[in-house]
């Protein structure tokens, strides 16, 4: 290939050749100036704008809860339900007074880690005070019971679990407050004659079938599915009416689909599912289980104690329902009994040492929910 040889003379130009195309490329360029600060001017004016109606919402709704607040402030003993997201101190504050700064004589009930009292709001409205003890207060296994109640409670609604209203988290004391169940404890009523009169078949009927609503709820509706591994006739409160509420959600617990749930031991002995012993996995059937013991003490007045045993063995002799019948009620009628019966036959299947081999909730309040009652 041979060589070129060539001069710039040879290149034959001149500097006007060149004007035409500066000049086209410079309009260009001052053209998409234009449009680049355009953009950025109109980038700057929505930037702007936004930032002004986020500072307007804020301050506008600043001023709507600090008006809420002085609004109640200025009512004497205000509305601790229109106030309770706002401000705690002036829950507390109330709370105290009506209860005499948690004097004994309000005190209706003594739990594991509080106790419970009767709190007669100024405006007419009754709530019961659950307040963490002081010492308790300290621990965190206490306090960590305390804030899980809050977070279970403050997501779940259901005309057969108690209602959470609020709680305050102050430093001098801790409490939740709660809807006032009348009547107490199931454990209560059904350890005095009197009490335990009156509950007679068709309501432990309705109770067995409340509480098995409740914890189908618990375990198909939540999401996550929500175990609540301390079911026991201690946490089941029963209203004036005598339906019952399950209560006291300290140690329930969601279940993680992306974990083992593995946990530590919880619950009320002669109610905690056997398996719990050497798995300590918790599932929704320690529930079922729990279920089971608590569906035949309504029935039989009494923990069902070593009836438990002896319907799990094998070689089970059959029970007769006329010799385990709570004694202090009359005998039931004929529909009365095959109800019982029934009620009984799906207590026995939640007892069952299997937990695979337990039916589901959702299958035992839908067939319970099928049984007639000439009350409703």
Same mark, same amino acid.
């Given at each position: 290939?041979?060589?070129?040889?060539?001069?710039?003379?040879?290149?034959?130009?001149?500097?006007?050749?060149?004007?035409?195309?500066?000049?086209?490329?410079?309009?260009?360029?001052?053209?998409?100036?234009?449009?680049?600060?355009?953009?950025?001017?109109?980038?700057?004016?929505?930037?702007?704008?936004?930032?002004?109606?986020?500072?307007?919402?804020?301050?506008?709704?600043?001023?709507?809860?600090?008006?809420?607040?002085?609004?109640?402030?200025?009512?004497?003993?205000?509305?601790?339900?229109?106030?309770?997201?706002?401000?705690?101190?002036?829950?507390?504050?109330?709370?105290?007074?009506?209860?005499?700064?948690?004097?004994?004589?309000?005190?209706?009930?003594?739990?594991?880690?509080?106790?419970?009292?009767?709190?007669?709001?100024?405006?007419?409205?009754?709530?019961?005070?659950?307040?963490?003890?002081?010492?308790?207060?300290?621990?965190? %296994? !206490?306090?960590?019971?305390?804030?899980? &109640?809050?977070?279970? /409670?403050?997501?779940?609604?259901?005309? $057969? +679990?108690? @209602?959470?209203?609020?709680?305050?988290?102050?430093?001098?004391?801790?409490?939740?407050?709660?809807?006032?169940?009348?009547?107490?404890?199931? %454990? !209560?009523?059904?350890?005095?004659?009197? &009490?335990?009169?009156? /509950?007679?078949?068709?309501?432990?009927? $309705? +109770?067995? @079938?409340?509480?098995?609503?409740?914890?189908?709820?618990?375990?198909?509706?939540?999401?996550?599915?929500?175990?609540?591994?301390?079911?026991?006739?201690?946490?089941?409160?029963?209203?004036?009416?005598?339906?019952?509420?399950?209560?006291?959600?300290?140690?329930?617990?969601?279940?993680?689909?992306?974990?083992?749930?593995?946990?530590?031991?919880?619950?009320?002995?002669?109610?905690?599912?056997?398996?719990?012993?050497?798995?300590?996995?918790?599932?929704?059937?320690?529930?079922?289980?729990?279920?089971?013991?608590?569906?035949?003490?309504?029935?039989?007045?009494?923990?069902?104690?070593?009836?438990?045993?002896?319907?799990?063995?094998?070689?089970?002799?059959?029970?007769?329902?006329?010799?385990?019948?709570?004694?202090?009620?009359?005998?039931?009628?004929?529909?009365?009994?095959?109800?019982?019966?029934?009620?009984?036959?799906?207590?026995?299947?939640?007892?069952?040492?299997?937990?695979?081999?337990?039916?589901?909730?959702?299958?035992?309040?839908?067939?319970?929910?099928?049984?007639?009652?000439?009350?409703?």
């Amino acid at each position: 290939m041979g060589k070129h040889n060539f001069s710039y003379m040879d290149l034959d130009f001149s500097y006007n050749d060149f004007e035409a195309p500066l000049d086209t490329w410079r309009k260009s360029r001052d053209k998409r100036l234009k449009v680049k600060i355009s953009i950025i001017i109109s980038l700057s004016s929505i930037i702007l704008v936004a930032l002004v109606v986020v500072a307007v919402l804020f301050l506008f709704r600043h001023n709507s809860i600090n008006s809420t607040i002085n609004d109640t402030r200025a009512q004497k003993n205000g509305d601790i339900f229109s106030i309770w997201n706002y401000d705690g101190t002036i829950a507390y504050s109330d709370i105290i007074e009506v209860t005499g700064d948690f004097d004994i004589k309000y005190c209706i009930g003594t739990g594991g880690y509080g106790s419970v009292y009767i709190a007669k709001l100024p405006k007419g409205k009754v709530v019961a005070v659950k307040k963490l003890h002081r010492l308790e207060a300290e621990e965190k %296994a !206490y306090l960590e019971s305390f804030t899980n &109640e809050i977070n279970v /409670l403050t997501g779940i609604r259901h005309r $057969n +679990i108690v @209602r959470l209203y609020g709680f305050c988290y102050h430093p001098r004391c801790k409490f939740l407050v709660y809807e006032y169940i009348e009547r107490g404890s199931l %454990a !209560y009523v059904l350890g005095i004659e009197a &009490e335990a009169v009156e /509950l007679d078949w068709w309501k432990r009927l $309705n +109770i067995i @079938r409340g509480v098995a609503h409740a914890l189908s709820y618990l375990h198909h509706d939540c999401m996550p599915p929500l175990i609540h591994r301390d079911i026991s006739s201690n946490n089941i409160l029963l209203d004036a009416d005598l339906e019952p509420h399950v209560g006291d959600f300290g140690t329930a617990k969601f279940l993680n689909p992306d974990s083992s749930n593995r946990t530590i031991r919880v619950g009320t002995f002669g109610y905690i599912a056997p398996e719990l012993a050497y798995t300590m996995v918790v599932t929704e059937k320690c529930d079922i289980y729990s279920f089971g013991v608590l569906a035949l003490e309504i029935i039989l007045g009494r923990h069902p104690g070593e009836l438990i045993s002896s319907v799990s063995l094998p070689n089970r002799k059959d029970i007769i329902l006329h010799d385990v019948l709570d004694t202090r009620l009359q005998s039931p009628t004929q529909s009365v009994a095959q109800d019982l019966t029934f009620s009984m036959m799906l207590a026995i299947a939640c007892l069952h040492t299997n937990p695979k081999s337990r039916p589901t909730m959702q299958y035992v309040s839908q067939e319970l929910g099928n049984r007639t009652n000439p009350h409703h």
